[in-house]
């Protein structure tokens, strides 16, 4: 029980995702119209099936404050990336199950930012964050399977693919999705930082 707690308390203390000046920080539901604003772009919000749908104002605040009540549980982050001038360019959506020590990342990134490798960078930076901030020993990923672009972030770092299962939606609706698998173990002896 001691280790579920652990990993419960850092969930429920963490502030940033990262360090340094443009570390992303916990999103609070005064971002709701800039994150609505970030998430109304189809490039953005078309692959992820965790988001609100609708998208409205009043859904977006919603998902925000729902992942507060999971950080006060210790079961789920929301994280808002923002450039210089205030404008948000990307968000990770973090759940995590304790008593697995387990956890997955999801999220978007600006599509005036892609193939610029900061995707990638940004992805491998929360992976190993979460695997020691947060104490876990497990990562879990899923991707539609017409979602080429995660499915080749996913096995270039290494993660296993796993099966196929099918992921529900906030509205019950279903979808297909790829599987794949990180152990604590295995990541850090691909990836030595």
């Known amino acids: ?17 990262g360090d340094g000046p443009d570390a992303s920080r916990l999103a609070g539901p005064e971002d709701a119209p800039a994150l609505l604003a970030f998430l109304s772009d ?12 609708p998208l409205t104002e009043a859904s977006v605040e919603t998902f925000i404050t729902d992942h507060l009540a999971q950080q006060a549980d210790g079961e789920g982050l929301l994280f808002v990336r923002e450039d210089r001038d ?3 360019v990307g ?28 995707g ?19 990562i879990c990923e899923t991707a539609s399977p017409e979602n080429v672009p995660t499915h080749r972030l996913l096995d270039g770092l290494g993660f296993e693919r796993r099966g196929e299962v099918t992921s529900v939606r906030t509205d019950g609706t ?7 698998e990180a152990m604590r173990a295995d990541w850090f002896d691909r990836h030595k930082d």
């Open 174 to 180: 279903t979808r297909a999705s790829l599987v794949w």
């Open 86 to 88: 205030g404008a948000i």
């Open 120 to 138: 990638t960078a940004g992805a491998a930076m929360s992976f190993s964050w979460m695997f020691r901030a947060l104490h876990l020993d497990l």
């Open 91 to 118: 968000y990770s959506d973090i759940q995590v199950w304790p008593h697995w020590a387990a956890g997955e990342l999801g999220g978007a990134l600006d599509p005036s930012l892609h193939h610029q490798g900061r």
């Open 1 to 17: 029980m001691s280790r579920i707690n652990a990993i419960r308390d850092a969930v429920r203390s963490v502030t940033h995702l």
């Open 42 to 53: 189809p490039a953005v919000h078309a692959p992820i099936y965790t988001l609100p749908r």
